[in-house]
């Protein structure tokens, strides 16, 4: 499809497992983001990748979480040992060009950790 | 002091009606900011960019005050399908991609 597409859109795990999230972004986007998003919260930023190149994990809550795009387009979103107060939303988003404003969501992965 | 607030609401208005959302953000060095619409259960989408002049897109009007950091969003004329979530979006500092997101504003137009 043309859009960003996360996968998968549910996950339900156990605590202490581990899970990856996918996020396949727009073709040709430089940017990839990020995000968490509680229920009656904004989202709340992770990290995000120019290319390859990760430039800001200053989001990751804990060295559990960890990100990677190794060839430029398709990310993971890793969670080592999970925890109930990781269950949320995990979205992803990208974007044409770097610094700029208009990022493009998918519709995220809902994560619920028992 | 959070990055980036925004009442939560929510703002309950008659169909027709002006309202209007503020939006303080923290980082003075912030270059660039966007409002953001998100649907119920949906994700969030670019509604309009914010720019130093203020900027006016049919009904909706953004206007950015920099000495008080704060940034706001007018509708006009409330329609039925303007209920949705307003976020504010300040930029990082003009060397980076990095973009906060703020709680959100919560808009109710009733008929």
């Known amino acids: 499809g043309a859009g960003v597409s996360q996968s998968p859109r549910y996950k339900v795990t156990k605590r202490g497992q581990d899970v990856a999230l996918r996020c396949d972004p727009i073709?040709?986007?430089?940017?990839l983001y990020w995000y968490r998003q509680a229920l009656g919260q904004g989202p709340e930023f992770l990290t995000y990748f120019n290319y390859e190149a990760q430039q800001d994990k200053s989001g990751l809550p804990n060295d559990r979480f960890s990100a990677e795009r190794p060839e430029g387009s398709i990310s993971t979103l890793t969670i080592q040992r999970t925890e109930q107060r990781d269950s949320a939303m995990y979205r992803c988003?990208?974007?044409?060009?770097?610094?700029?404003?208009?990022?493009?969501f998918g519709e995220g992965s809902r994560l619920t950790v028992l | 002091r959070k990055e980036v607030e925004q009442d939560p609401g929510p703002f309950n208005v008659p169909e027709g009606a002006t309202v209007a959302f503020n939006c303080t953000y923290s980082?003075?060095?912030?270059?660039?900011f966007f409002w953001y619409r998100q649907d119920c259960r949906k994700e969030p989408k670019l509604l309009m960019s914010?720019?130093?002049s203020g900027n006016e897109d049919g009904r909706f009007t953004a206007q950015l005050n920099r000495a008080s950091q704060y940034i706001s969003l007018l509708i006009r004329d409330s329609k039925l399908s303007d209920s949705a979530t307003y976020l504010c979006v300040p930029s990082g500092s003009s060397n980076t991609g990095k973009l906060i997101f703020g709680q959100g504003t919560t808009l109710q137009v009733k008929p």
């Open positions: 988003a990208s974007s044409l060009k770097t610094q700029t404003g208009e990022l493009f």
């Open positions: 914010v720019y130093s």
């Open positions: 980082n003075s060095a912030s270059q660039s």
């Open positions: 073709s040709g986007h430089v940017s």
